[in-house]
Nanobody
């Protein structure tokens, strides 16, 4: 069973930055895709960024709304996932979730944003951006 532990959320002024971290533990997998989703009350959970890695290859997916501002990365040694968020705006306010899709990810990258594809989820961390 994979467990995900998130940290780094908080309150930040518009234009500021935050870094979210997700520590993954549990049984290892030979292939992974992981992502960051966000959700506001009454809305569907939406993909922010995702990463898939295999031997000699790493693939990234970003939502158009965050492209150029957010960066997803993985620390192989520490088995952690990071979302660096720069130039935040009030529309980025949401609960952010770390997610993991073990094994083969069929349909990547077309279906990277489908929450159903991710079997494991963190608890969520609130990001609030004030004007």
């Amino acid at each position: 069973q994979v467990q995900l532990l998130e940290s780094g959320g908080g309150l930040v002024q518009a234009g500021g930055s935050l870094r979210l971290s997700c520590a993954a533990s549990g049984r290892p997998f030979s292939a992974y895709a992981m992502g960051w989703f966000r959700q506001v009350p009454g809305k569907e959970r939406e993909l922010v960024a995702a990463i898939r890695w295999s031997a000699g290859s790493t693939s990234y997916v970003y939502a158009d709304s965050v492209k150029g501002r957010f960066t997803i990365s993985k620390d192989n040694a520490k088995n952690t996932l990071t979302l660096q968020m720069n130039n935040l705006n009030v529309e980025d306010t949401a609960v952010y979730y770390c997610a993991c899709a073990p094994g083969v990810f069929f349909g990547w990258p077309t279906v990277a944003g489908r929450a159903q594809n991710y079997a494991y989820w963190g608890q969520g961390t609130q990001v609030t951006v004030s004007s």
